[in-house]
């Protein structure tokens, strides 16, 4: 018997005239099976059309818990003379629990992006706008920012209300173009710092782009000898930089062979004020000055980097950099950094999301929803002997290896200790205490280099909802972790 919610999306199709349903769409509401049961929708593998996306949105409309529509490629064009951009404002902003779209891959006039605002405006669920287009308005860019950012705001206040505390101070990524007047580009990187998720409520949160990468069919990087020295002076100063701390030393290695050396003279401008930020550079001799509006605003030294926002969000130069004396510099170009890094994202994104495949509590998640949780999975370093969880502390993070291995080892009331075997690449460990918030079962030992990525319970609760309700998806699974009585289950078999 075919489903009700696929019987309303055959209907809107013929309504609009749509010969040939959506396959993918088809398939991923059967998957649902309901109205209530769909959380969301990922229209990134194929082409449905304006057309698609008009039959699309009214179904959405019946479907009071859906929260996050990916458009896909060229599905949604904002432009003034598409009737989409109405009917995607109309329905997102009479919504009582959507909270995220993406409209990657999908251009974006100033009539679109006004529209855009005016939903931000309307409606304080929606949360994240995932957009690509770096020809609009900067200041157009700027308020749908704001709005998104005042959502968030009065969300969290809504939370602390409801739980009775009061609002922290507030950490978050904000919309993909960064406020021109800022010159804190780390505040820039933080991740949300959030409680827990409101009661019926999901959470996405604000995120940066990791901006249009280069076109990879028509971009290669070209790649720049170097001596050991010169890749023993680099190599530091790139891992103390937020972007490129968080990479694999394969993937560090890549980003290192195509920086390229300058020599300027003393009064160079090596930037400009409102041109395009092209590079990233990393001061290997001499010293800068950052000028805003005539004025010496800072000065950059050797070991020190400028150029990273533009480099990170496409947008025009904050300020002029001008050479004190002779500086020498290494750079690695937007392209290359752009390529390298969608390349660096896609891997990572394929090896979380594996890993995860494999973790009972998260293997039988949609595709999309393991994306979501490995868009939010951070990374941590250690070293040989070095304990990454200690038995009796409380836990609320779940590892999954990624270099490295680790011994697990526990001590008993008699004081002995007990091994309990290892781990390795693509294995994971800490579900348990993830789940239940109790003390750590056992010592978690890194017996090499470990690099491991680690999410939080409150972040990933933010993204899913609670950890429970994701469990009882799977009833085995559920069996497995949780007692009859609904205790945590005998600890010594997870």
Known sequence: MTPPIVNEYLTKCKEHNIKKPNKEVIDQLE???????????????N????????????????????STLVVGQHNAEL????????????????????????????????????????????????????????????????????????????????????????????KFVSFHV????????????????????????????????LMRGADSEEHTPVYVEKS?????????????????????????????????????????????????????????????????EGNVVAVKKESEVFGELELMYNTNAVATVKAQGEVETWAISRKDYQYLMMDEMVNRRKTYTEILSRIPITQHLSSYEKLQIADALDTATFEPGQKVISQGEQGDVMYMILEGSVDIRRTTEDGEVADLGGRGVGEYFGEFEFLFNVP??????????????????????????PTMDILKRNAAVYRFYVSEDGSPADRNKA
């Open 31 to 45: 998957e649902a099976q309901g109205f209530e049961e769909l959380e969301s929708l990922d229209l990134s593998r």
């Open 47 to 66: 082409y449905v059309g304006n057309k698609g996306m008009l039959a699309i949105m009214e179904v959405i409309a019946k479907c009071k818990n859906f």
């Open 79 to 170: 432009s003034s003379d598409n009737e989409f951009v109405d009917k995607i404002m109309q329905v997102a902003a009479a919504h009582p629990s959507m909270t995220s779209i993406d409209f990657m891959g999908n251009p974006v006039t100033a009539y679109g992006a006004k529209k855009l605002l005016d939903l931000a405006r309307e409606n304080e669920q929606i949360l994240y706008l995932h957009l690509d287009d770096d020809e609009l308005d900067q200041k157009l860019k700027i308020r749908i920012r704001e709005a998104l950012e005042a959502n968030l705001h009065k969300m969290w206040a809504q939370d602390a209300e409801d739980s009775g505390e009061a609002a922290e101070g507030v």
């Open 178 to 209: 960064p406020d021109v007047k800022s010159d804190d580009s780390a505040n820039l990187l933080q991740k949300p710092d959030t409680a827990d998720s409101a009661k019926g409520r999901r959470r996405t949160g604000i995120s940066a782009e």
């Open 228 to 292: 050991h020295a010169v890749k023993d002076q680099i190599r530091p100063i790139l891992l103390k930089n937020p972007l490129f701390n968080h990479l694999a030393k394969s993937e560090l290695k890549t980003f290192l062979e195509v920086m390229f050396p300058n020599t300027w003279e003393a009064g160079t401008e090596i930037m400009q004020v409102g041109t395009p930020g092209k590079n990233f550079y990393m001061i290997t001799k001499g010293a800068v000055d950052i000028i805003k």
């Open 440 to 465: 750590r079962f056992c010592d978690v030992i890194a017996k090499d280099h470990l690099r491991a990525a680690f999410i939080k319970k409150k972040d990933f609760e933010l993204s899913m909802g």
